[in-house]
């Protein structure tokens, strides 16, 4: 997309400019940032439930008698072992081991899948897949603009969703998918998200996108559910540890620099895109891990941002990827890659360079929120 597009909008667009939302041009898309406090948004999902709208996320079906032999040469992962009505969380990479993107698929049917691609991504996501199909009895079909998505997550979901659907949601596991109707949607339900907490993802036709958030927000109100924005997503997701593409994750680094190595199914069949460059990633880590992705605390109260430097003894020994105020633990946290020499949790004489100020902080073990199950 060029810098003079304007932003897409989702089906839910006139929705949240109703309900005052702030909105903000994300990777192309224009999506809500915050409905009111992002303290209140974030707090809710982790003692209530929340309402996202991922809608920007980016849905590419791959189907044809040979799906599952393009996928596991595409991707690092081992898709043909996924179960129908199964998801993995996976990772497509360049042929040098960098990352491209980190995915879920979803196994729709014995000869279908959806890859689910970051926003930022999905067109070099879509190209690739459709570059490497070359050869396969499989058609990779572009449908982003095919569904809506929505999230509720939190510990009040499974509640409020069953209140709308005769689906089994006690039987659907973590990181799993069925086909099934909530209010009357003909939807995909899938047990996954990316807050650190139990919850749901609905995948809808955009013309139901309206019918399902207005179900949703009527059942889950009793509840404490509140509409939610990328912010709250994003201190979410930091609290829980999970990797943020452009952030933890890039073309520079494989999976084995950020600490994701299982990820990578060496002992699956036939070749696979960027195999012999992760081979060699992987001797590496195992030797001597150049940096390691740790968890910082701040001591004090100055939040540290993405590319501020790690210092220890007068020199950097690292970069922060993402910070932020934790509503949570009540303090700013932080992911940084740092010395494999500083990376062991507990380390101390660690600090970080905010505006020329070295402010101390500890290293911890990711992550840093686990919800009791």
């Excluded at 920007?56 to 189907?63: L, W």
């Excluded at 600090?351 to 020329?356: K, L, P, Q, S, Y």
């Amino acid at each position: 997309m060029s810098s003079t597009a304007a932003p897409r909008r989702t089906a839910l667009d006139a929705l949240h400019r109703s309900l005052g939302a702030t909105m903000t041009d994300f990777a192309g898309w224009d999506m809500p940032l915050r409905y009111g406090s992002e303290r209140d948004e974030h707090l809710a999902v982790r003692t209530k439930a929340g309402l996202f709208d991922l809608s920007h996320m980016g849905e590419i079906t791959v189907t044809g008698p040979e799906a599952a032999q393009l996928l596991n040469y595409a991707l690092v992962g081992n898709i043909a072992s996924v179960g129908v009505g199964r998801a993995r969380y996976t990772m497509i990479c360049r042929a040098d081991g960098g990352i491209l993107d980190d995915l879920i698929v979803y196994r729709l049917a014995e000869t279908a899948y959806m890859v689910v691609a970051n926003a930022s991504n999905a067109q070099i996501v879509l190209d690739s897949l459709v570059e490497r199909a070359a050869g396969f009895d499989a058609v990779v079909r572009d449908d982003r603009d095919a569904y809506a998505l929505l999230a509720v997550q939190g510990p009040e979901s499974p509640g409020i969703l069953k209140s709308l659907t005769d689906a089994d949601l006690d039987g659907l596991k973590y990181y799993a998918g069925l086909p099934g109707t909530v209010a009357g949607v003909p939807a995909l339900i899938a047990r996954t998200g990316y807050t650190g907490e139990d919850g749901f993802e609905l995948f809808v036709a955009p013309g139901d996108a309206e019918k399902l958030w207005e179900a949703l927000t009527e059942a889950g109100a009793p509840a404490g559910l509140i509409p939610c924005g990328l912010s709250c997503r994003d201190t979410l997701r930091l609290e829980a540890g999970m990797p943020l593409y452009g952030h933890e994750l890039s073309t520079s680094l494989t999976p084995f620099d950020a600490g994701l190595g299982r990820v990578v199914k060496f002992e699956k069949d036939g070749d696979f895109v960027g195999r012999t460059a992760l081979e060699a990633a992987a001797e590496r880590a195992a030797a001597q891990p150049p940096r390691v992705l740790v968890g910082l605390v701040a001591e004090g109260r100055r939040v540290p941002r993405a590319g501020y430097s790690v210092v220890a003894d007068g020199r950097v020994i690292g970069e922060i990827t993402s910070g932020a105020p934790s509503p949570t633990l009540g303090k700013p946290i932080a992911m940084a890659y740092v010395d494999a020499a500083h990376s062991a949790p507990g380390t101390t004489g660690v600090g970080v360079d905010i505006r020329g100020s070295h402010e101390p902080y500890e290293v911890v073990a990711l992550p840093f929120y686990k919800r009791q199950k």
